[in-house]
C-alpha cells in the first residue's frame, strides 16, 4: 500500500521484538527457539553499502551453544521420541551447521563446531519435510554433504596446528588432499542430475537453486586448491627443483586455473532466476571469499592475464 512505502521502516522494529523475544527465550530454549535463531541469521545487514559485522559469527556461537544444549549435536536414533521430532531435529543441526561452517569460512574464524563432538547421522530422504518448492529436499541433502566436506577441509588444512605442519610441507599436503578431492569429485556427479542448463534455466521466469549449490562447490574446491597450494610459496629453491614434485605441482596449478575459470564461468551466465532464488545469509561471505581466492589463483600463483573475476 502507498501508506506503508511512504512510512517509516517497520523492519528494524520487528526485528527488535524478535531479538528481545529469542533473548528471553534462551532461558529456557526450544526446538522452536533454534528455528526462531536460523530465521533471524537469514536476515540481510542493516547497512546497504557494508558486510555483515562480527554480530554475525558470535550469534552463530549463541545459536551452537543452544544447540548444544538441546542436545541436537547427539545422535537421537534410539530416543523415545516421535518419528518427526527425530527427522526435526537432525535437520535443524545440519542447518545450525551449514550456517556455522561457512560463515566461519568467509569470515576467516575459526568454527564453533568440534567434528569429534558429533555424532548425527546424514540427513536422508526420510528425514526430509514435505515440500512445494522445487526441488528443495535434494537441495538441503547436497548441502549438508558438501558442508560435511568442507568441515573436514578446515580440519585438515586450516586449524592452527594444521597451518603450522602443512603450510610449509607440499608433499604432505599433496597427500592429504587426496581423499578429500575424490569426495568433491563424487559430490559434483551426485549433483549433475538435479543441475539444469540451458536459456530456460539462465534466462527464464523458473527460479531454482541450483547456483546456490554450485557457489557453494566453487568455494570448498577453491578452498582446498588453496591450501594444497599454499607450501609452494615456501618452497626453497633445491625443493622447486625436486622433480619427484613437478608433476603434482604442475597438476595442482592446472587445477587453480581450471577453478578460476570455472568461478569465472559462473558468473557470466547467472541469469535473472538464478540471482532471484533464496540464496543463504552465509553466500554474502562466499561471494567475497571466492572472490579473493580467485585473485590469489590468477595473479599470485597462476599468473594469466586473461581472467578476471567480477563481482
Not at 526462531?36 to 551453544?65: M, N
Request: net charge negative; hydrophobic share 40%; aromatic share 8%.
Amino acid at each position: 500500500s502507498a501508506t506503508v512505502a511512504h512510512g517509516p521502516d517497520h523492519s528494524q522494529h520487528l526485528y527488535r521484538i524478535a531479538w528481545l523475544a529469542l533473548t528471553q527465550e534462551a532461558h529456557t530454549p526450544r526446538l522452536c527457539s533454534i528455528q526462531a535463531a536460523l530465521l533471524i541469521l537469514q536476515r540481510p545487514p542493516s547497512e546497504q553499502y557494508s558486510s555483515d559485522t562480527p554480530w554475525k559469527t558470535s550469534f552463530i556461537g549463541w545459536t551452537v551453544s543452544l544447540a548444544n544444549t538441546l542436545g541436537l549435536h547427539r545422535d537421537a536414533s534410539e530416543w523415545t521420541i516421535p518419528a518427526w521430532e527425530l527427522a526435526l531435529r537432525k535437520r535443524l543441526w545440519h542447518a545450525v551447521m551449514v550456517m556455522d561452517k561457512w560463515t566461519c569460512l568467509g569470515a576467516g574464524v575459526p568454527s564453533h563446531i568440534r567434528s569429534d563432538d558429533v555424532d548425527v547421522q546424514p540427513i536422508w530422504p526420510s528425514d526430509a519435510e514435505p515440500s512445494e518448492v522445487v526441488d528443495a529436499e535434494y537441495h538441503f541433502r547436497l548441502l549438508t554433504e558438501l558442508t560435511s566436506i568442507l568441515s573436514e577441509i578446515n580440519d585438515k588444512f586450516f586449524s592452527v596446528r594444521a597451518t603450522h605442519q602443512l603450510s610449509k610441507n607440499f608433499s604432505h599436503s599433496f597427500e592429504e588432499a587426496r581423499s578429500l578431492r575424490a569426495r568433491l569429485r563424487d559430490w559434483s556427479d551426485a549433483m549433475a542430475p538435479y543441475h539444469k542448463e540451458g536459456p530456460e534455466y539462465s534466462g527464464g521466469a523458473r527460479v531454482r537453486g541450483d547456483n546456490s549449490l554450485r557457489l557453494a562447490f566453487i568455494v570448498a574446491n577453491m578452498t582446498l586448491l588453496k591450501a594444497i597450494l599454499r607450501p609452494v610459496e615456501n618452497m626453497s629453491h633445491a625443493e622447486l627443483q625436486d622433480h619427484s614434485t613437478v608433476g603434482s605441482r604442475m597438476a595442482v596449478r592446472q587445477g587453480a586455473m581450471e577453478c578460476a575459470k570455472e568461478a569465472v564461468d559462473f558468473v557470466e551466465l547467472l541469469g535473472r532466476p538464478a540471482i532471484e532464488a533464496f540464496w543463504h545469509s552465509c553466500k554474502s561471505y562466499l561471494r567475497i571469499h571466492s572472490a579473493s581466492i580467485t585473485h590469489h589463483f590468477t595473479q599470485g600463483h597462476v599468473q594469466t592475464s586473461a581472467l578476471h573475476l567480477h563481482f
